[in-house]
């Protein structure tokens, strides 16, 4: 993990409020691990967190959605710009535990880790992928080339299938599933992998401040206890989670 002023390699916005950002950065980085990004001229405080959403080299990328000062202040950076980033941070998805077939399920931008970690299971994980419409869809066409199979669901049916994407998965022909998303959408997952005994691994989300598991403003209540979603997530076993 290192703190790094860097500069903008890219930072594009791809579709309605989504952007993507990419720097230099040269350490390993995990599946399912973020970064906390701030911009160096202090017009927001405290760093944003951001999943890493693809890496090519020595190039990693994140995909956000704007949703306020922070991430529209990110979001009018411009190549050669500079940013500090903080990372890679978290524990990701293990990858030991997704050996077998495994269906991975992303909700809106909650698609963003997914793309990495779709790139390092290859052709074995099936993916599925929902939005709300034809106007707010982006990278699935990224997802199609890495993934075995590639279902696509929007929720007015204006692309692909129509409804909720957790509707499209056929669960007992994995042997794992990892997501991120909406509560709602991981809820569902949770309860009808647990129903199938099917292991299930969730990305969740927290407001942070620190994103290194020493403020406790991420802590959610498991099964074992307090956990820090920066620290110890923000991927956990559904098992874990009450
Ligand atoms: C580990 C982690 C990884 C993340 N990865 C991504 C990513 O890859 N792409 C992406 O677009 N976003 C991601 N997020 C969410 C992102 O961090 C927030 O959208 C961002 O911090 C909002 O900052 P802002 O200043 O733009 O908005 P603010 O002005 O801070 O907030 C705007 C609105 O967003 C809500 N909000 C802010 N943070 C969160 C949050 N963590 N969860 C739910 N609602 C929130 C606020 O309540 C408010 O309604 C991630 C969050 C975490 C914790
Ligand atoms: S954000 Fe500070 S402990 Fe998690």
Redesign the pocket.
Request: aromatic share 14%; proline share 10%; hydrophobic share 35%.
């Given at each position: 993990m290192k703190v790094l002023v860097t500069s903008v390699v890219k930072n594009d916005h791809i579709s309605k409020n989504i952007c993507r950002l990419s720097v230099e950065f040269d350490l390993e980085i995990k599946p399912g691990q973020?970064f906390m990004l701030k911009t160096t001229d202090d017009a927001?405080l405290l760093p944003?967190?951001?999943?890493v959403?693809d890496v090519n080299g020595n190039i990693v990328s994140?995909?956000?959605?704007?949703?306020?000062?922070?991430?529209?202040t990110i979001s009018s950076l411009h190549e050669n710009d500079k940013i500090q980033v903080f990372g890679p941070l978290?524990k990701g998805f293990d990858i030991s535990n997704l050996k077998g077939k495994t269906a991975v399920i992303g909700g809106g931008?909650g698609v963003?880790?997914l793309l990495y970690l779709c790139k390092v299971l290859g052709k074995k994980a099936d993916v599925y992928l929902g939005y709300k419409d034809s106007e707010n869809m982006y990278i699935f066409d990224e997802f199609k080339s890495l993934a075995g199979r590639c279902v696509i669901v929007t929720e007015d049916g204006s692309y692909g299938e129509k409804g909720y994407v957790t509707d499209y998965v056929d669960y007992e022909h994995y042997d794992a599933v990892a997501a991120c998303g909406p509560e709602i959408m991981m809820n569902k997952i949770a309860h009808i992998c647990k129903t199938q005994n099917i292991k299930c691994y969730l990305s969740l989300?927290?407001?942070?401040a620190c994103g290194m598991g020493a403020c406790l403003g991420c802590t959610i209540e498991t099964k074992a206890g307090n956990k820090r979603?920066?620290k110890d997530g923000?991927v956990f076993d559904s098992e874990e989670l009450i």
């Open positions: 973020f927001f944003r967190p951001l999943s959403n994140f995909l956000y959605r704007i949703e306020g000062k922070g991430t529209k978290g931008i963003a880790p989300e927290r407001r942070m979603v920066c923000p």
